[in-house]
């Protein structure tokens, strides 16, 4: 007799516990529910930011290279006004030379 009462005491605590279990599950399925969709906006919103940092980054490097290319172009302007005006203080001196004005 007292193991027919025991079993029924199990039997009602493990139906209980499922049926807790399953309250449980049903409470926060929709809280599961939320957090997926949430995650899913926050993927999608770093995927934005992240192609955004990436084109900028991509600009970016574009922007050093041109301005890496007029600094290198700015010294080869620069070096050939050196020359330029070497040159032209050779000839100054050389058409002074010439015309008689400074002597050899």
């Known amino acids: 007799m007292i193991w027919i009462i025991i079993g ?3 039997v009602a605590i493990l139906g209980l516990v499922a049926y807790g279990f399953w309250l449980y599950k049903k409470k926060i399925s929709h ?3 939320l957090v997926k969709q949430l995650v899913e906006r926050f993927k ?3 995927q934005t930011l992240q ?3 990436d084109h900028t980054t991509n600009r970016i490097d574009q922007i050093k290279g041109n301005v ?3 600094v ?3 010294k080869r302007v620069e070096q050939g006004a050196r020359l330029l005006v ?3 203080q050779r000839l100054t001196k050389e058409v002074q030379r010439t015309a008689g004005i ?3």
Do not use: A, H, P, S
Request: no cysteine; hydrophobic share 40%; net charge negative.
């Open 44 to 46: 999608i919103r770093q």
């Open 72 to 74: 290198d172009e700015g």
């Open 51 to 53: 192609m955004g940092v």
């Open 68 to 70: 890496n290319q007029l």
């Open 31 to 33: 809280d599961v529910q």
């Open 86 to 88: 070497t040159e032209g």
């Open 102 to 104: 400074k002597q050899f």
């Open 8 to 10: 029924i005491i199990v």
